[in-house]
């Protein structure tokens, strides 16, 4: 059972470029979760999606970012317009659903970084 | 102030030694806490998890939960220069979508 794939795992965009980050998550999971993580920091979530809707997306810049988790297909994390800031790690996580919070299963991360 | 903080380290211990690795949180909501290590380059693995307050041991990992408090600690017995990563706590409310809110991890160097 393959586990959380996200490509490309290492990304370079200079500014004003858009940066699409993808996740497939674990065989049976319908649920992702995308974390950024800066530099020297912990995780901070951005958004939580469920197949077809968004379920939560507190955490999102208000601008230049959107996220999709199609029907078929991997979720899609959008970034227009880079600018230097958004250079980080950003890492998904895939849940059944079930369980709580412990049934996030992280996958290795995309290292975003910004000319 | 941050909801979680944790003191980020480096934190270096000989080996075989115990190890403590701390966070506080200010959100009295909180219900799940968790210890997830990373590795250099990694993408998190959880270690362990506890609902509500308590101890939880598994193997070399004992976690503990002082909700009244607002403390969590993790501890490591025997240590191994294996053990050499970021550990970061996290935690989320119950039934809130389960997201989780992190600290910013301690960087933990065990050397033989």
């Not at chain 1, 920091?41 to 970012?65: H, T």
């Not at chain 2, 991890?105 to 033989?112: D, I, M, S, Y």
Request: with cysteine; hydrophobic share 30%; aromatic share 12%.
């Amino acid at each position: 059972n393959a586990g959380v794939m996200q490509n490309p795992r290492h990304l370079v965009r200079r500014r004003g470029q858009e940066a699409r980050l993808r996740c497939s998550p674990m065989k049976g999971h319908s649920h992702v979760y995308w974390y950024r993580q800066l530099p020297e920091e912990g995780l901070k979530f951005m958004v939580y999606l469920q197949k077809e809707n968004i379920i939560d997306e507190s955490g999102m810049p208000k601008e230049r970012f959107s996220a999709e988790f199609p029907k078929e297909g991997p979720s899609i994390l959008r970034i227009q317009q880079v600018v230097r800031g958004d250079s980080a790690a950003y890492f998904c996580a895939s849940s059944p659903g079930t369980g709580g919070p412990k049934e996030q299963y992280f996958g290795p991360g995309t290292r975003l970084t910004v000319t | 102030q941050k909801e979680v903080e944790q003191d980020p380290g480096p934190l270096s211990v000989p080996e075989g030694a115990i190890v403590s690795l701390n966070c506080t949180y200010s959100n009295s909501a909180f219900q799940y806490f968790m210890w997830y290590r990373q590795y250099s380059r990694k993408g998190p693995e959880l270690l362990m998890y506890t609902y509500s307050s308590g101890n939880k041991e598994d193997g070399r990992f004992t976690a503990q939960v002082d909700k009244s408090s607002k403390y969590i600690s993790l501890f490591i017995r025997d240590s191994q220069p294996s053990d050499s990563a970021t550990y970061l706590c996290a935690m989320s409310v119950l039934g809130n979508t389960d997201k989780l809110i992190f600290g910013t991890g301690t960087r933990l160097q065990v050397f033989p």
